[in-house]
Nanobody
Framework: VQLQASGGGLVQPGGSLRLVCAAS????????MGWFRQAPGKEREFVTA????????YYRDSVKGRFTISRDNAENTVYLQMDSLKPEDTAVYYC?????????????????WGRGTLVTVSS
């Protein structure tokens, strides 16, 4: 199983980034795919997820209207479009896969994790 996240980098406040997570080694189409982040000195937190059953999407309040998750089951890839970035979005972003459709926000229910990609929002 592999989850390879990419697309992080340094961006100015108000800018955009698109993260990409390429998955392999498991049945991507029947997994909920999520993005989490961890800032220095803080716990890992939920950002967004895409439910495999009904394609419902979930977002933490602080990113609603700015971030968009999408997935391409044919390519086993999940994306995170991040717009209007703020310094408080600075973190390592991880993609993860969960076989559960009803626990998108809880790290406990995610079986597979990628290594993460660093996003730094700074002027």
């Amino acid at each position: 199983v592999q989850l390879q996240a990419s697309g992080g980098g340094l961006v100015q406040p108000g800018g955009s980034l698109r993260l990409v997570c390429a998955a392999s080694g498991f049945a991507f189409e029947i997994y909920t795919m999520g993005w989490f982040r961890q800032a220095p000195g803080k716990e890992r937190e939920f950002v967004t997820a895409s439910n495999f059953r009904d394609r419902s999407t979930y977002y933490r309040d602080s990113v609603k209207g700015r971030f968009t998750i999408s997935r391409d089951n044919a390519e086993n890839t999940v994306y995170l479009q991040m717009d209007s970035l703020k310094p408080e979005d600075t973190a390592v972003y991880y993609c993860a896969a969960s076989p559960y459709g009803n626990k998108p926000r809880d790290t406990y229910y995610y079986d597979y994790w990628g290594r993460g990609t660093l996003v730094t929002v700074s002027s």
